[in-house]
């Protein structure tokens, strides 16, 4: 199944009714370490045999499978003022989008959002499939979501976010995804209780540099390689893929690890054109029959099935789910598996078919079971419990700096764009924010 230089390096078949798989390169010793740090772009052989070995072994036995694979591009940064942000213009944007069969989605910051322009949001709206728009930060200052501060501190700043992108909805008739796309990519895991409580659907995680930031060391183990693997409260963990030179081997990666592909960059990733990003969606779609879809919906794809004498059991991977019965025959029994309630837990549980409920229990625990009456796509919903309502929440103290600091960057982001005309301002690639 892999070779280099002549060298056969991991080989797959089958002695009787026994699976084998031969591998040439020993396994990691991981110590201390985290299986992801040795499960990307620069070293993955040590770990993807046994995945696979694994994977098939739990497919054969109990018929295994992970949530159907998904895919999104996602930019950050970009003001949604103009049609043009530095150097990714939203219509050709959509135009390739179109071309290559992929999906976009713009990371805005929250303080940002009062200056949609109506045709920005008019070509929003009315390109969902390609199109949408996610949240990213609040004031998005330097690693402003992994700072130390106290839970209510936190809620006043994320409800904040949550009000200034309303405008976005109330306005613009747009809906923005709640998942969370973490400024310089860093987030403290204390934060994702409180962004489950506000209604944040999801949080953006990219394994290493997650990793980072002190104390976010207590998370399962299994970060970056379960696609159930959420956050305590069922809040979606997504991992994420910088868009860099080892994008396309973490997004073939992600995908034969049942996770979803989500790639970040920046405009400067369109600096000489968006054909690097139309290459990389071709390789994806070449690599799985993928669906690509807007963050929201990549969170409710989180889950993984397996069958057992009593029926398929599905593990969640957020609170809210969409799940694919499609196969499923009428009457059969489905047992919803919620890892982040203990045993003895409950918390209320809501199956709906098409906008109409068709299964409820206030008291649902841990594991819970019921009749299926209707096939097709069904939204599995875990009723966590909300804070205040945002709406009605105070602001945070004003501070300046953020509004200065956020002039300065959209000045030197479109400046950028600009430095055809004047090459001094030249940068091209990722940058980390
Ligand atoms: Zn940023």
Redesign the pocket.
């Known amino acids: 199944m892999a070779s280099a230089g002549g060298q056969t390096l991991w080989a797959r078949g089958t002695h009787g009714n026994a699976l084998v798989h031969q591998a040439c390169v020993p396994l990691p010793d991981l110590g201390e370490s985290f299986p992801c740090t040795e499960y990307n772009g620069r070293r993955f052989m040590g770990l993807l045999p046994l995945i696979r070995f694994l994977q098939e072994i739990s497919i054969r036995a109990r018929s295994w499978s992970a949530s159907p694979p998904s895919a999104c591009f996602i930019f950050?940064?970009p003001s949604l003022r103009q049609l043009r942000y530095g150097h990714l213009d939203f219509n050709q944007l959509l135009g390739v989008c179109r071309k290559h069969r992929f999906h976009a989605a713009v990371a805005t910051i929250p303080l940002d959002s009062q200056r949609t322009s109506s045709a920005v949001s008019a070509l929003f709206r009315s390109n969902p499939d390609w199109l949408s728009i996610l949240i990213?930060g609040n004031n998005?200052t330097a690693r402003e979501l992994a700072q130390s501060r106290s839970s209510a501190d936190w809620e006043l700043r994320m409800a904040q976010a949550l009000r200034r992108v309303n405008c976005l909805e109330s306005k613009h008739q747009i809906s923005p995804c709640k998942v969370m796309e973490p400024?310089?990519g860093v987030v403290c895991s204390e934060l994702a209780p409180v962004l489950n409580r506000l209604g944040f659907e999801g949080l953006l995680v990219t394994p290493h540099q997650f990793l980072r930031v002190p104390g976010n060391d207590r998370i399962q183990p299994s970060l970056g390689l379960n696609p159930a693997g959420c956050f305590n409260h069922g809040l979606a963990l997504i991992p994420r893929i910088v868009l860099s030179s080892t994008a396309e081997t973490e997004s073939a990666l992600a995908l034969a690890a049942g996770l979803p592909a989500v790639i970040a960059g920046h405009h400067q990733d369109a600096a000489d054109g968006l054909e690097r990003i139309a290459r990389l969606a071709d390789f994806i779609n070449a690599s799985a029959d993928v669906t690509w879809c807007n963050p929201s919906r990549i969170a409710r794809r989180l889950y993984w099935t397996e069958g057992s004498s009593t029926g398929r059991h599905v593990t969640l991977g957020s609170s809210q789910t969409e799940l694919n019965a499609m196969d499923e025959s009428h009457g059969a029994t489905l047992t919803v598996v919620r890892p982040w309630i203990a045993r003895g837990g409950e918390e209320a549980l809501r199956v709906s078919h098409e906008g109409k409920v068709i299964w409820e229990n206030l008291h649902a625990g841990r594991e819970a079971t019921f009749e299926l009456t209707q096939r097709g796509l069904l939204q599995v919903q875990s009723m966590v419990r909300l804070a205040h309502d945002p709406v009605g929440m105070p602001d945070p103290p004003f501070e300046p700096w953020p509004v200065i600091r956020k002039a300065i960057m959209e000045l030197r982001d479109r400046s950028q764009y600009w430095a055809r005309v004047f090459p001094w301002s030249a940068r091209n690639g990722s940058s980390p924010?």
């Open positions: 950050d940064d990213h998005h400024p310089h924010d």
